[in-house]
């Protein structure tokens, strides 16, 4: 009977109900177990909703997998801000310097196609667009702009 439950749970505040509760019940693991272990692995991501995957054997063991929150929500917790911009390419909402960009990128590597900072900085840029947030002053896309023509380098190249 073993299996795999994937699910989203606020970081470092999971519990017993849903999502979680009604997914583990039938299971043999010990549900509060999986939910401490769960809040100890996501307490980084405290207010945001983190993808986790739980693995679990007929014995009642398990094994928890923490993904990383979307880049959006990321983006958002990093800069302070609720909602995006109904009008992205008209109405800012809030403006990002290229270390918050920088860290951001450097959080959410392992889910990007990026093979670099420079790179993964360029798509966290792309998820800045559609939220109406600009970078160092400018939008998004004159960012990437800025990004390829080496502008950042000194921050963004290893």
């Given at each position: 009977m073993a299996g795999t439950i994937e699910a989203l749970v606020p970081g470092g505040k999971a519990n017993?109900?849903?999502?979680?509760?009604?997914?583990?019940?039938?299971?043999?693991?010990?549900?509060?177990?999986?939910v401490n272990e769960i809040n100890e692995q996501t307490a980084a991501f405290d207010g945001m909703e983190v993808p986790i995957t739980v693995?679990?054997?007929?014995?009642?063991?398990?094994?928890?997998?923490?993904?990383?929150?979307?880049?959006?929500?990321?983006?958002?917790?990093?800069?302070?801000?609720?909602?995006?911009?109904?009008?992205p390419q008209k109405n800012f909402v809030a403006d990002m310097s290229i270390e918050q960009v920088k860290k951001?990128?450097?959080?959410?590597?392992?889910?990007?196609l990026a093979y670099d900072t420079k790179n993964a900085a360029k798509e966290v840029a792309g998820t800045?667009?559609?939220?109406?947030?600009?970078?160092?002053?400018?939008?998004?896309?004159?960012?990437?702009?800025?990004?390829?023509?080496g502008e950042y380098d000194d921050v963004l190249v290893e």
């Open positions: 017993p109900g849903p999502p979680l509760g009604p997914e583990l019940g039938p299971t043999p693991v010990n549900v509060q177990d999986v693995e679990y054997d007929d014995d009642g063991s398990f094994s928890i997998e923490v993904g990383v929150p979307p880049t959006a929500a990321l983006i958002k917790d990093e800069v302070g801000f609720e909602t995006g911009s109904g009008e951001v990128a450097e959080q959410k590597s392992s889910d990007l800045c667009a559609s939220l109406g947030v600009t970078i160092e002053g400018n939008d998004a896309r004159e960012f990437k702009k800025l990004v390829d023509d």
